[in-house]
């Protein structure tokens, strides 16, 4: 049972380049968030999902996109990568109704 | 938009002692799930108790327990009988009727032989 999969688990971008971030569960959660986590300020939301097809803004969306073509899948893509995006990210997924998110290892990006 | 408090500087615990975390959260829906979420230094979220708003019991997990207060607006994490073990960061989480996923700050804790 493979649960919440990161990847990669860890990436150094130069500033302006583009990459995607991966997150896949094989639980058929209905909801898959992303977040990012930076020191002394929690985790803070980016995007999530309610389904596939679905998409809406978090807290933090400015520089990022995300798609949600199957219920599987949820990638988050960082369009110019900026030193300020240095963070860990983290790809949760929940069951509608249910009590728990699981979480992805997390994923540690720098750019440069 | 939710908000999650938790403001208690870094703390350590003695071995087998308990320790409060507090966590007050501010919100206008009436529907509401609350959440303790512990973060070793490996780095993974690990899930640790539950608590809905309309529960008229505090939610208990093994050595956790979660004080609810709906009218302060606070679930204040209990673990008894720590262990080295519970050395971690621990957030405080709230899930509105949105379900989008609020996390506080975090709390530090060191627990000490």
């Known amino acids: 049972n493979a649960g919440v999969t990161q990847t990669p688990k860890f990436q150094v971008l130069k500033t302006g380049q583009s990459m995607t971030l991966q997150c896949a569960q094989d639980?058929?959660?209905?909801?898959m968030s992303w977040y990012r986590q930076d020191p002394g300020m929690g985790l803070r939301l980016i995007h999530y999902s309610v389904g596939a097809g679905i998409t809406d803004q978090g807290e933090v969306p400015n520089g990022y996109n995300v798609s949600r073509s199957t219920t599987e899948d949820f990638p988050l893509r960082l369009l110019s990568a900026a030193p300020s995006q240095t963070s860990v990210y983290f790809c949760?997924?929940?069951?509608?109704?249910?009590?728990?998110?699981?979480f992805g290892q997390g994923t540690r990006l720098t750019v440069v | 938009a939710q908000k999650i408090t938790q403001t208690q500087p870094g703390m350590f615990v003695q071995e087998k002692e308990a320790v409060t975390l507090d966590c007050t959260y501010d919100?206008?829906?009436?529907?509401?799930?609350l959440f303790w979420y512990k973060q070793p230094s490996s780095g993974e979220m690990i899930f640790l108790i539950y608590q809905g708003s309309y529960d008229e019991q505090n939610a208990t997990e093994g050595r956790y327990s979660l004080n609810f207060q709906k009218a302060r607006k606070s679930a204040n994490l209990v673990i008894s009988a720590s262990q080295l073990g519970d050395s971690a960061m621990y957030f405080c989480?709230?899930?509105?009727?949105?379900?989008?996923?609020?996390f506080g700050k975090g709390n530090q804790v060191v627990v000490i032989p």
């Open positions: 989480a709230m899930n509105p009727e949105s379900n989008r996923l609020a």
């Open positions: 949760a997924s929940r069951q509608q109704g249910a009590t728990e998110a699981f």
């Open positions: 639980m058929n959660h209905e909801y």
């Open positions: 919100t206008s829906d009436q529907s509401y799930g």
